[in-house]
């Protein structure tokens, strides 16, 4: 049976109907589906958590390749999918609950190699990401997002689309497109496209200070149409013109925005100053 066959039978046996409101689209495209195991690349010695299981396409591939799988969905009918149909799988629980309130370290008895799998909700991505980013137990995540975040996650300096999270996930992680996906891999279909990404965490991290780090990055965003000397002096309170003769013994040019400086920059000047 095809996936979309599968997916649709499984909706009419157990009376369940997409919801919009959170954002519901369920993959039926076989070749994506792949592409998320190899890219995954797991062993028995893993433990998955899965963010949005739904109807347990993914999940149920997660349960064979993987020692230990964590699957997290919100809603209730789709969780009572989940438990009938994959009943068969001992390495695999099903949490039925908010991923954003998941708590991580509860349900993990000591620090493990923990790798993220799964479709992240537009309205989530940015705190999710940031949030898993910083932890030293998340070995890496393959996460299904719209095009338009991945772009931003992506983006070069000198990119419009570059922000606060572009700079600190790219402080704490390497991230890799795997795929462009369009619309019509899902049922039903979404109006945009989305991106197979693969986030790694870096094992070494440059900052001296991290929270200093932090408050330049979100200082300089905060203001991203001023110059970088204006930026940072009124952020950090400090006097522009020392602002600015700090940042020129860096070799960084004051009149320069804050989405033209790569990560090691932001570093440099978060310790200068």
């Given at each position: 049976m095809k996936l979309k066959e599968k997916t649709e039978y499984l909706w009419e046996k157990y009376n369940f109907t997409p919801k919009k409101e959170l954002g519901q689209n369920f993959l039926i495209d076989p070749r994506i589906v792949d592409r998320i195991i190899e890219s995954s690349k797991l062993t028995k010695a893993d433990t998955v958590v899965e963010v949005g299981a739904g109807t347990g396409v993914l999940t149920e591939r997660l349960a064979k390749s993987a020692g230990k799988v964590i699957g997290v969905e919100i809603d209730k009918?789709?969780?009572?999918?989940?438990?009938?149909?994959?009943?068969?799988?001992?390495?695999?629980?099903?949490?039925?609950?908010?991923?954003?309130?998941?708590?991580?370290?509860?349900?993990?008895?000591?620090?493990?190699?923990v790798k993220i799998v799964g479709n992240l909700p537009y309205q989530i991505t940015s705190s999710f990401l940031l949030n898993l980013a910083r932890k030293e137990w998340i070995k890496f995540m393959v996460?299904?997002?719209?095009?338009?975040?991945?772009?931003?996650?992506l983006a070069r300096p000198g990119d419009k689309r570059r922000g606060r999270l572009t700079v600190l996930m790219n402080y704490y992680t390497t991230i890799n497109r795997v795929i462009d996906v369009p619309p019509q891999a899902f049922i039903p279909a979404p109006k945009v496209g989305s991106s197979l990404i693969r986030i790694d965490r870096k094992k070494n991290h440059l900052a001296k200070n991290e929270d200093r780090f932090i408050t330049v990055v979100k200082g300089a965003f905060r203001s991203r149409r001023k110059m970088l000397v204006n930026a940072i002096s009124k952020e950090l309170g400090k006097d522009k013109?020392?602002?600015?003769?700090?940042?020129?013994?860096?070799?960084?040019?004051?009149?320069?925005?804050?989405?033209?400086?790569t990560v090691e920059e932001f570093v440099r000047v978060s310790e200068v100053l």
């Open positions: 009918k789709l969780c009572q999918i989940l438990r009938e149909e994959l009943a068969k799988y001992d390495n695999l629980k099903i949490i039925c609950e908010d991923i954003e309130r998941f708590c991580f370290e509860k349900r993990f008895d000591q620090p493990q190699s996460v299904m997002v719209q095009r338009e975040a991945a772009g931003r996650l013109t020392l602002v600015k003769e700090r940042l020129n013994r860096m070799g960084i040019n004051g009149e320069r925005r804050a989405e033209d400086l």
